[in-house]
């Protein structure tokens, strides 16, 4: 394939980046990089374009860094035929094609497209040559993982490294683009070395708290003030309890929120709850778990909470584990510490468990949250040791640099052609516009090669059958006592945001193929769109796992055995996977890279997945925090500029995904 540099587009004025990416293959990639010889020493080093990240600018520059200073770098190289691996990737996962669900193994996908151990040697070789630790090569040669001394690492990039004021933190950047010797340019498509990668978050939400970014979640706010006697108590299923409160959308009293649904509770409002009957539980099933860093009592936590629930325990057939040591953990305090993600694999491991309490769990567990997890996913990938990955993890918006955009997508495509279905968390920010100031999707959810997977709340009844369901969107007003009695310190719906599904157009990626026709045209403008699915993700009717905390980050030490309640789009995706799993059983078929099926099924059968729409009135939930005592109103579906609606939407995408639709899809 040609390489051409970046086509810009027309964008946003205000966004943060000053370019994007007319994508023109038919599967939507963005095209490799093309190494343009650099204006010094020309005849000796190419830079690598796109390889800076927008905020290192003058502005924000805080200095250059200590010589000393540990650094993690990835070094990008191209597939030997990118048009190939794309037209691949798009033939087996369409229906129609002569070659759907017939997809390479990974040894074949490797031997075909891959970079060569050749050009992998070299990068590694130069590389140590100049002094630097080479810390991961996946069997693929996509990529190179690097760790060395800033000192070093300027030498080896031609650049100087700054730290920088970007979201809340001090990160290290290259002040200039990166270089590399002319001899390694035909081989090498891209470099990243800036820690932009490391605030990659997990994206779970507990109920009273705002959402993690680039810094963990924390507290809501709070005014100070008498109790109220709101005192909601949380509900064991819909409508079990109500509280009165200051008059609110037509009316005082309230249904309260949920204590958190149980495994049980999932399986019957997605409809599976008979499954189990027919010998369908996820049996002959894997579904693999990427996170950073790794809890040190999963299964200890799995067990106590199956025993409260009276769910089957994990045995060595239904989970396994590939983990880094501690000792191999790194960058912990950028990203947010083990213990910022101990609740994520607790959620994502009994989510899944509980929804297919007989599929096989694999969790990997990468060495940081940047290049440790493109690692956990090429162990995935290269060993074909799954077809369904659930990631409940995410940048901030798509601010992150071309280069590592291009070489995670890279693993997109890989994943596709391998029959390897991947489902991402859309985002707990909804627009992201808070952060960016301007609106863009998360990455990697906003990938046209990845599932992404939005979020509802939802009530289930004393039944176990959903009784609402909309988008996720909470806003909260706290209620406070007054002279005049009880009353929203804010008039409503309030101006405390509690989180809301990620999503919206993309600004690097065009419209896939499988989009056009589905997506209104007004929304997508030509670009790539993200949900394409949604699940359970409000906190407020969440889901309730079992945990025995991380206390000290240093020695993992952790405390005594609790229930906590959590939401998040990182509920949403595992659910997803689960279900996917239960379907892939009952059918005999493997999904793969799901997306040009399911919008085909939405095309063919309306209505095959639950369309999300705006109530007719507002949907509100009194909230009273265990902790604080204070007193809140949940008002639901109000999530940034993204919107429920009729048919595809950008909160829900098609709509809430079940077990009958995503059936429909499995036997197109």
């Known amino acids: 394939m040609q390489r051409r540099p970046p086509t810009p587009r027309r964008h946003d004025t205000h966004r943060t980046r000053t370019t994007a990416i007319a994508l023109t293959t038919a599967a939507c990639t963005i ?202 108590k949380c509900s064991q299923y819909d409508g079990q309890h109500t509280a009165t409160v200051p008059a609110a959308y037509g009316q005082t009293t309230v249904r309260t929120f949920a204590c958190g649904y149980v495994p049980s509770q999932l399986r019957s409002a997605y409809g599976v709850d008979g499954l189990a009957a027919k010998g369908v539980q996820g049996q002959g099933q894997t579904v693999a ?143 992201e516009s808070a952060a960016l100031g301007s609106a863009q999707p998360d990455f990697p959810a906003s990938s046209p090669w990845v599932t992404s997977v939005g979020g509802t709340a939802i009530g289930v009844g004393a039944d176990g059958r959903k009784t609402f369901e909309t988008g996720w969107g909470d806003v909260l007003d706290q209620i406070v006592s007054s002279d005049r009695g009880d009353v929203y310190s804010t008039p409503l719906p309030g101006g405390l945001v509690g989180g809301g599904a990620g999503g919206g157009r993309s600004t690097l990626f065009a419209e896939p193929a499988y989009q056009k026709g589905v997506v209104p045209s007004g929304l997508a403008n030509g670009n790539r769109v993200s949900p394409d699915l949604a699940a359970l993700a409000d906190p407020y009717t969440g889901f309730a796992i079992g945990i025995r905390p991380i206390t000290d980050d240093s020695t993992l030490a952790t405390g005594d055995f609790e229930n906590e309640t959590y939401g998040g789009t990182s509920l949403a995706s595992p659910i997803t996977a689960a279900l996917s799993a239960l379907v892939q059983q009952s059918t005999h078929t493997r999904l793969g890279f799901a997306n040009p099926t399911l919008y085909a099924a939405d095309k063919a059968v309306p209505g095959a997945f639950t369309d999300v729409r705006t109530p007719s009135s507002p949907l509100a939930v009194a909230y009273t925090s265990a902790t604080s005592g204070k007193d809140y109103l949940v008002t639901l579906d109000h999530d940034t500029s993204l919107t429920t609606a009729p048919g595809y939407d950008d909160v829900t995408g098609l709509g809430a995904v079940s077990f009958s639709g995503m059936t429909q899809a499995a036997r197109r």
């Open 289 to 431: 778990i990427i996170d950073a860093y790794a809890s040190p009592t999963i299964v200890q936590d799995t067990n106590s909470y199956s025993a409260q629930h009276g769910e089957p325990a994990l045995t060595s057939a239904t989970f396994q584990q590939r983990v880094p040591s501690p000792s191999q953990f790194t960058d912990t305090a950028l990203c947010q510490e083990p213990s910022g993600w101990q609740g994520e694999e607790t959620l994502d491991v009994q989510s899944v468990h509980g929804v297919a309490p007989a599929a096989k769990i694999l969790y990997v567990g990468g060495t940081n949250c940047g290049g440790g997890l493109d690692v956990a996913m090429s162990k995935i990938l290269d060993q074909g040791l799954a077809n369904l990955v659930s990631n409940s993890y995410g940048d901030v918006g798509e601010n992150v640099p071309l280069s590592s955009i291009r070489g995670q997508e890279n693993l997109h495509i890989q994943a596709a052609g391998e029959g390897i279905g991947l489902y991402f968390s859309s985002g707990d920010n909804g627009d």
């Open 31 to 232: 095209g490799a990089v093309l190494l343009a010889a650099g204006p010094a020493n020309a005849a000796t080093r190419h830079t690598l374009p796109d390889s800076t990240p927008a905020w290192a600018t003058a502005a924000n520059d805080a200095g250059t860094v200590a010589a000393s200073t540990d650094v993690e770098g990835e070094v990008y190289l191209p597939l030997k035929d990118q048009h190939g691996a794309e037209a691949l990737a798009t033939a087996v996962s369409t229906p129609g094609n002569a070659r759907y669900r017939k997809p390479l193994t990974p040894a074949a996908w490797i031997a075909k497209y891959a970079p060569t151990k050749a050009d992998a040697d070299q990068v590694t070789g130069y590389l140590r040559a100049q002094g630097l630790t080479i810390t991961a090569v996946p069997a693929s040669h996509e990529f190179v993982v690097f760790r060395g001394p800033a000192s070093v690492v300027n030498g080896v990039l031609g650049t100087s490294l700054h730290s920088y004021r970007h979201a809340g933190r001090t990160l290290v950047a290259p002040s200039t683009a990166p270089s590399l010797p002319s001899s390694l340019a035909g081989i090498v498509s891209g470099v990243s070395v800036d820690q932009g990668r490391l605030l990659t978050h997990p994206e779970l939400v507990q109920q009273g708290e705002t959402p993690a970014t680039s810094t963990p979640a924390r507290t809501l706010r709070q005014q100070a003030t008498a109790p109220t006697g709101i005192d909601a």
